[in-house]
């Protein structure tokens, strides 16, 4: 099978790298052995068209800044989509960027919706939010085959467009993280994109300068937009814990085992996430995840087994939470235990099976 795949985010993105492109790798990589494929991202510093795992990237559009980049992939799309013919086009939904890979490829398509934003938008980029929340709107008008990560966001897509085929497949996790063996050192940790306000930092940061142990250190690994890595240093200087707090940029694979093998446990006070594949893989690694009640998290891990959640936004309630686990070091052991036998269900091997069983099903 042709398998065309548009996504405007690249684990090598230094500005996303983030669940969307590591689901879309992690499916193609097992996907390409039997299977033409063919990825079109958006272009960014150091890219060029490559082959990878025996997939081929094609960016494309301006890699001068994070907007330009953005805006010239979409206008760049109907373009470059026209000369393609493969058996089913497959998008990933960008509210920021969006592709319409589905109205300028004459093929079956699945449309891969993480998370929808709704009034987050316009949070986000005030005042410009409204413009990513009405392209949401047109892509779930347009899309026929939707796919979800969560079951509560196929639920509430469904209810919203009853005429639309959804199915839902959850993210993954990398059998590597099973072999770790757990250990503890004095630091809990922050894994992921640098976004202020998706990703809850600002909260993180409030309650991390409230905690009772001024010993224990936050490991902040990740990278971002400039804007959202500036506001970061800023607030943690206006809190006072530079020397409680160790930024550590992008890391690799090898260094982001390392860290959630030796971490006390993950913290993760997303204000939306389409699931959290870090959580999962936080507790594949064995380690307790504090996270939040938000839709994705509640399917990727267990409030109360796997990991602690608390409401988003709650700088308080997420100081309790972290205080909880700093003070029982064998609750902490539990909740990666059960976590550790919990994450075995989303094995990207079956999870690439069961989308490649979904894209048969739609060329029918």
């Not at 026209?82 to 509210?95: E, L, T, W």
């Not at 934003?117 to 929340?133: C, Q, T, W």
């Not at 267990?302 to 608390?310: D, F, K, M, N, S």
Request: aromatic share 8%; with cysteine; proline share 4%.
């Amino acid at each position: 099978m042709k398998i065309l795949h548009v996504i405007y985010d690249d684990l090598q993105n230094p500005w996303c790298g983030g669940g969307g492109a590591l689901r879309a790798a992690r499916i193609n990589e097992r996907l390409a052995a039997e299977h033409e494929i063919t990825v079109i991202t958006g272009n960014f510093p150091g890219a060029e068209n490559e082959t990878i795992n025996n997939i081929r990237y094609v960016r494309i559009g301006s890699s001068c800044s994070y907007l330009l980049s953005r805006m010239s992939f979409s206008f760049l799309c109907p373009i470059v989509l026209r000369k393609y013919s493969p058996d089913i086009v497959v998008q990933d939904a960008s509210f920021f960027s969006p592709s319409y890979a589905n109205l300028f490829v004459r093929a079956p398509h699945v449309t891969i919706v993480h998370h929808l934003m709704d009034s987050h938008a316009l949070r986000l980029v005030f005042p410009f939010g409204f413009i990513p929340y009405l392209f949401e709107k047109s892509i779930l008008k347009t899309s026929r085959n939707i796919l979800t990560p969560s079951l509560a966001l196929r639920g509430k897509i469904t209810e919203r467009y009853p005429e639309k085929a959804v199915m839902n497949i959850p993210n993954g996790v990398d059998d590597i993280y099973f072999n770790l063996v757990p250990e503890e050192e004095n630091y809990m940790l922050f894994l992921g994109r640098i976004d202020m306000y998706m990703k809850g930092l600002d909260i993180l940061l409030q309650a991390f300068s409230e905690i009772n142990d001024r010993h224990v250190r936050l490991k902040i690994a990740g990278s971002g937009k400039a804007r959202d890595k500036k506001k970061l240093k800023s607030l943690i200087t206006d809190l006072k814990l530079d020397d409680r707090i160790d930024l550590l940029g992008r890391v690799g694979e090898d260094r982001k085992l390392e860290l959630l093998r030796k971490a006390m446990f993950l913290v993760m006070p997303s204000r939306f996430e389409g699931w959290g594949i870090t959580a999962v893989e936080a507790n594949a690694a064995g380690k307790a995840v504090i996270g939040t009640l938000i839709d994705g998290l509640l399917e990727a891990v267990v409030e109360g087994e796997t990991a602690r959640l608390v409401e988003p936004g709650n700088a308080e309630e997420l100081k309790r939470a972290i205080e909880e686990l700093l003070a029982d070091k064998q609750r902490r052991i539990q909740l990666g235990e059960k976590g550790r036998e919990h994450a075995r269900q989303f094995i990207w091997d079956e999870i690439a099976a069961q989308q490649m069983a979904y894209y048969e099903a739609i060329r029918l």
